[in-house]
């Protein structure tokens, strides 16, 4: 009986305990029971049964029975036919956590039968990013997920590139989700996960409208003990703006003793744990949520330590990282990049510079990815700014020393936002804390005191930040001046000149390579080209037309002839002449070529 239910259950690849199995059993060994009495088998020298001609296909009957039985007795369950967004997902076979469901799918087509459930793509499982995670429920094992889904977006696509079972990958060959008006079907099957099965996404869409069928069995219980710690690594990094970090761990366990089990704690002056202690019911689970702060009243560099909880033979540990950096970086006229902090929110804003008048006069602004991206550019003080928080809850703050005074420009009608001072929501407009962006909303305040200024996005609409400037009253402070200057095109006839950084707005880094782009007028061609009076040519036929930018600001003049008089316009006088060749300065003087140190160049 026994190896026949491990036979039945190896067939299914589950390891089913269930009365299901053990009727079937039964009934498989009574029937050959009866046919071993009706000499369906009979007893050879050397072999316990042997099947005779005259029965085999009584016999074969039988095992396709069997079979169909056995497949039969495998169960299914899909996708909820309604979702909310955020909303856990709780199957018969699998749990999916809400932070992976943005609700109903967006959209179906091609071979969708519904619009399914809207995958967030850009999550985190198990330390895994851009992961979707099904957990298996305890008792049963899953052998298949069927899907079929697209983007959720009508020009990016995005892939499932890797699949993980119990946290091993499996074989599987990368899918590519496409654009919402079609879908791709995909089986992964193969496998039997009793802990859990993850997808982990690449591609540029952020979102999947996905339908899903899971095949699953009962599984075994296991009675072994089992002890856990999420998160498994805090950070508590405590600065002036929140002189008080804190973070939370959740201890969680199953089949283990009853009792209370006190926490091995660190000698960490300023770290504090509540509660000391974890107690397992006597269901033998564990699941206790432990909070941890740090304080300090002076500056603390990076380090860390561990708490450790054990039960039993069983031992988890928490790395705890702690610092505390208490200095006010306060903001002044340059707006440097390190005078402000910028937190994406609990659901991955992104900061993106939207105005290109951003960098009037100061410097050139390039597309930027994140604001966080200005750090690694040539001039990077800046006293306009431009952003992007897409997201509810992302943040933009500073340190405003009292008596100075900022004014903020907000755009994108309709989004709202709050601004915090020192923690606490500032009354703005009719004696409310929320503010709703009208045609062109402004905020300007004086800091009664040294403040910590935060503005936060309140709805999930975009909450665009066009300009942020401190106002005239702090002249003690010089605006640096940008490591980049201006390049102007000098009027001129019969042809057009074009740079490829020049621009009245902008500002060009010195160093940067400058392309001209040259056109002539029917009948003309390009006589003499200089900036500044420093002649360009060409470094080989056919080559751009380059030269690099010097420190100081920047005039190209162009001067076209006429073809058929272009040659007898040329003055018969020798006269030095400046050049750039190769990026290098000559002096072309009775045919001979002179570096600028007056060397002969051979």
């Known amino acids: 009986m026994q190896n026949l239910r491990k036979g039945t259950a190896f067939f ?52 396709a029975a069997l079979m169909v039985s056995m497949a039969m007795m495998a169960e299914t369950e899909t996708h909820p036919s309604s979702a909310s967004s955020n909303e856990t997902i709780t199957g018969t076979s699998y749990t999916l956590d809400g932070n992976f469901n943005a609700g109903v799918g967006g959209s179906k087509a ?89 997808l982990v996404f690449s591609g540029q869409a952020t979102q999947a409208n996905i339908e899903y069928t899971v095949t699953y069995g009962e599984g075994e219980i296991s009675t072994d003990p089992v002890l856990n710690a999420a998160p498994e690594e805090v950070a508590l990094n405590a600065t002036a703006a929140q002189p008080q970090a804190s973070a939370s761990v959740t201890f969680t366990g199953k089949n283990l003793v009853a009792g209370s089990y006190p926490l091995t704690l660190p000698n960490v002056a300023g770290l504090s744990v509540n509660p000391s202690s974890v107690t397992v019911g ?15 009243a002076v500056d603390v560099a990076a380090a860390s330590t561990t708490i450790s909880l054990t039960i039993g033979e069983l031992t988890k540990n928490v790395t705890v990282n702690y610092s505390a950096d ?21 659901d991955n804003a992104e900061f993106k510079n939207v105005l290109a008048e951003a960098g009037i006069e100061y410097h050139n602004i390039d597309a930027l990815d994140t604001l966080n991206d200005l750090e690694n550019k040539t001039a990077r003080n800046y006293a306009f700014l431009g952003l992007k928080m897409k997201k509810a809850d992302a943040k933009l703050a500073c340190w405003l020393q009292a008596g100075h005074t900022i004014s903020v420009r907000f755009g994108n009608v309709g989004a709202n936002f709050i601004v915090r001072a020192n923690g606490q929501a500032m009354t703005l407009t009719d004696a409310v804390a929320n503010t709703t962006v009208e045609s062109d909303t402004a905020l300007t305040l004086t800091a009664p005191m040294d403040m910590y200024l935060e503005i936060i996005c309140n709805s999930t609409k975009t909450l665009v930040v066009k300009q942020i400037m401190l106002n005239e009253d702090i002249e003690e402070i010089e605006l640096p001046k940008p490591n980049a200057y201006l390049i102007t095109i000098a009027e001129c006839e019969n042809g057009e000149v074009t740079a490829s950084w020049a621009n009245k707005k ?30 360009i040519e060409q470094s080989a036929p056919g080559a751009p037309i380059t030269f690099v930018m010097p420190a100081e600001d920047v005039t190209v003049q162009a001067i076209f002839s006429d073809v058929t008089t272009a040659v007898d316009n040329i003055e018969a006088e020798v006269k030095a002449v400046k050049m750039i060749r190769n990026g290098q300065l000559l002096i072309e003087k009775n045919g001979i070529i002179y570096n600028a140190q007056g060397v002969e160049i051979k």
């Not at 208490?326 to 609990?346: C, F, H, P, T």
């Not at 060009?508 to 003499?528: E, R």
């Open 282 to 296: 006597e269901d033998g689970k564990l699941n206790a949520e432990v909070s941890l702060s740090y304080t300090s």
């Open 110 to 198: 091609g071979d969708m039968q519904t619009k399914g459930i809207k995958f967030r793509l850009n999550r985190t499982a198990d330390n895994i990013s851009n992961a979707v995670k099904f957990a298996v429920n305890e008792g049963y094992i899953i052998s298949e997920i069927a899907f079929c889904g697209q983007a959720n977006d009508g020009s990016k696509t995005a892939s499932v590139d890797q699949v993980i079972i119990d946290g091993t990958p499996i074989n599987f060959t990368p899918v590519t989700l496409p654009v919402k008006t079609s879908s791709v079907s995909f089986v992964i099957d193969g496998f039997s996960a009793s802990q859990s099965i993850i």
């Open 506 to 535: 902008y500002r060009t880094p010195v160093g940067a390579v400058v392309t001209l782009n040259i056109t002539s007028d029917a009948g003309y061609i390009l006589h003499d080209l200089t900036y500044n009076d420093i002649v």
């Open 326 to 346: 208490l200095a006010k970086n306060y903001l002044n006229r340059s707006m440097n990049i390190e005078q402000w902090v910028l937190d994406n929110g609990q």
């Open 12 to 63: 299914w690849n589950v390891q089913k305990k269930s009365a299901k199995i053990d009727v079937f059993c039964e009934i498989t060994l009574y029937y050959l029971h009866i046919c071993a009495k009706s000499s369906i088998f009979a007893p050879q020298s050397n072999i316990s049964f042997n099947l005779k001609t005259k029965h085999m296909k009584k016999f074969f009957l039988f095992a």
